[in-house]
């Protein structure tokens, strides 16, 4: 039988993810999707569709716009200016990281869950082997050859185990991973609120 090869994911060969941060200055494009930084005069298609979806530029040069574009995994193409650059530049990189944790948690479920079928699928002709094996109506040199070919099966089989065993640590790191992401978000979420609200408080407290 031959082997199904499994397909690697990126971040299985190098880690959650290339970190394209670094893109996100002065004007430079990043494509999540690509992990890597684009020049300044291209422009993904999806920044332009969603850019044109809503009401101004202004409205997509906030945290808000920026955290959702990187989220989705769209390109940067340097279109705000001043503070709002920087307030979206910021959570335009957060919106990336969540992309590529969200992205690699995928990838890795699908891994795990192609080679556990991979997997099923030798046990299953294992076990259909075993039976005419065993069977009486079996001529012995058909058994002969049943238990060649099923010393490789159970060779498969322990290699395709220990591939399943590790696919699923991966698994388990990644959306760990995406986990911790996360509640770090909620925690600098609710921080950022209290903050908010001491600041409103101390406004209220100097008539």
């Not at 190098?14 to 970190?19: E, K, Y």
């Not at 020049?39 to 009401?55: D, F, I, N, T, Y």
């Not at 556990?116 to 082997?129: F, P, T």
Request: hydrophobic share 45%.
């Amino acid at each position: 039988m031959r082997t199904i090869l499994l397909c690697g994911v990126a971040f299985l060969a190098g880690g959650a993810g290339a970190d394209i941060s670094g893109c996100a200055q002065n004007g430079v494009f990043a494509d999540p999707s690509a992990k890597t930084c684009l020049g300044p005069a291209k422009v993904s298609r999806a920044g332009k569709e969603s850019r044109a979806g809503l009401k101004s530029l202004a409205e997509y040069c906030t945290a808000e716009g920026g955290f959702a574009a990187g989220a989705r995994g769209e390109a940067y193409a340097g279109v705000c200016d001043g503070e709002a650059a920087d307030a979206f530049l910021a959570a335009y990189v957060r919106g990336q990281k969540l992309y590529a944790l969200e992205r690699d948690a995928r990838a890795a479920a699908q891994a795990a869950s192609d080679a556990s079928k991979d997997l099923w699928q030798v046990k299953r002709l294992i076990m259909e082997a075993e039976a005419r094996r065993l069977s009486s109506m079996t001529p012995r040199a058909e058994r002969n050859e049943l238990n060649i070919a099923l010393r490789a099966m159970h060779e498969e089989r322990e290699t395709l185990q220990a591939e399943v065993d590790r696919l699923s640590r991966l698994k388990e790191r990644a959306d760990q991973a995406l986990v911790d992401f996360r509640a770090t978000m909620a925690l600098a979420a609710e921080e950022a609120d209290r903050g908010a609200q001491a600041t409103e408080a101390r406004a209220a407290s100097f008539p």
